[in-house]
């Protein structure tokens, strides 16, 4: 039986067309239930185990080996650091990590950042040169923008409708991001055909989606 970390939410949803064209197996009660444990199976794939899991700690899951595979989004992949194989762009769950703020502070040189991304934004503005002092934030990073505890966010942009209906705009676009398959790296070499197997299915549901295959 092979184990699937995925992450909760909105990359959880936008996901689900594609693994549901790939074949893949999927609880009944899958988007209904508050378990975090599934088990499905059918023809094709055999069982499969799958474990809802809040984005960041996705990569955790798949670097210890308690999933063998993982979808989740880049951005996280980047942030978490783990030592995991990434597989397979997933093309969908689409946005972009920018660096945005009040308007009429645009000009100025920033001197303190509100994230969830620490990792990614100290190294962001250290590329540029730019001493930042980081405030982690768990939500509403919009927030930290419009009262003035940070001069800049860097954070997730899908249509840019929070951003605009609180008064901020992106300064900057720095990462495109969508969901990705990653794969414990034992798991890859002791679950190979398995891994692989998985992998071109989903490889073809991202064509078909795009018109690319019959």
């Excluded at 880049?74 to 978490?80: G, Q, S």
């Excluded at 503005?125 to 930290?144: P, T």
Aim: include cysteine; aromatic fraction near 6%; charge should be neutral.
């Amino acid at each position: 039986m092979i184990t699937f970390a995925l992450a909760k939410g909105r990359t959880l949803n936008d996901v689900l067309p594609l693994w549901q064209r790939a074949g893949l197996p999927v609880p009944p009660d899958l988007e209904d239930s508050r378990a975090l444990v599934f088990s499905a199976e059918n023809a094709a794939f055999g069982m499969v185990r799958l474990l809802l899991a809040k984005p960041a700690d996705v990569p955790t899951y798949v670097s210890f080996g308690v999933a063998d595979l993982g979808i989740v989004g880049e951005d996280v992949i980047l942030e978490a650091g783990r030592e995991v194989y990434e597989l397979l762009d997933l093309d969908t769950a689409r946005c972009t990590l920018c660096v945005a703020g009040r308007p009429e502070l645009r000009p100025s040189v920033p001197r303190r950042v509100a994230t969830k991304y620490p990792r990614l934004a100290d190294d962001y503005f250290r590329r540029r040169g730019q001493a930042v002092e980081i405030v982690e934030l768990g939500g509403s990073i919009e927030l930290a923008a419009v009262i003035g505890l940070a001069d800049r966010i860097f954070d997730l942009v899908q249509t840019g409708g929070t951003l605009a209906a609180n008064g901020l705009a992106v300064f900057d676009r720095v990462l495109p991001v969508s969901a990705r398959l990653i794969a414990n790296r034992a798991s890859y070499r002791s679950r190979r055909s398995e891994i692989d197997r998985v992998t071109e299915h989903l490889q073809r549901a991202i064509q078909k989606g795009d018109g690319r295959d019959g």
